[in-house]
């Protein structure tokens, strides 16, 4: 899909498929899941990365409110299996929305999880998007779920958040879990134990028919792929490209090569 996470895992997966010999066509801006689902049912796609949340949301239509990663993946792959697909494994890192501080007002206030904020919450600026503001999965849930009512919402553009806690005309920000920025340690993530945010990992989903033609050498490499994707990682990867203006490409063959995944085939 079109941004820049997914056009890392896109180059992941293909050039470590490629490496063990495979012939392999990436399409580097798909589109909406909508478009994907239709394009898996017609031929035209055998295989893209997605995320667990969304896939159970946006093709299976649950909006169940799952607790666990390994619950909302049971539902998935249930979903998946009745429908010509199946899941590969889940990567280790999740990316969703987060709550994030700088780290230096984190430990001030002995912040850990969303709910501690409220503590804070009369003199507390809260960066978000504008459709932050009106969702569940968003400052909905945060005074439902954890009882935090900010003084201010401040509208934010993605992209914009750090910059804003940088400068303190937001005290807390609405981020996603592997930002590039999150890897330089200068900013804190809030806890989310109640899953407000749900379950972010990536889910490679293929058909049915791709992995009987392709054999189990296929979905092995996918899935040793998938495994090395720890959350600090992903963070890595994206600031790579982010941050410090490498290619997709590039970054993903970098990576690649550390771990021992672009074998001769």
Known sequence: MNFTEQFILGELYYQALAAQGFTVS??????STQITTLALEDGQLDMYPEYLG???AEVAN???AFHS?????AA??????????RLLKPTPFSDTDAIAVLAGYG???HLRGIADLARVASDLTLGAPPQFADSQAGLLGMQSV???YPAQVQPLAIGLQYQALQSGSVQAADVFTTDGQLASGQFQLLGDPDHLFGFGNVVPVVTQGALLAEGPAFSETIDDVSAQLTIQAMRELNADVT???????????QFLLAHGLLGTG
């Open 26 to 31: 990436l399409n580097k801006n798909i589109g």
């Open 54 to 56: 969304d896939f159970d």
């Open 62 to 64: 649950d909006t169940t």
């Open 69 to 73: 990663e390994h619950v909302a993946y």
């Open 76 to 85: 998935a792959q249930s979903y998946a299996l009745a429908h010509g697909l």
């Open 107 to 109: 430990a001030e206030h």
């Open 146 to 148: 954890y009882g935090v």
């Open 243 to 253: 941050t410090y203006n490498m290619s997709p490409a590039s970054a993903a063959q």
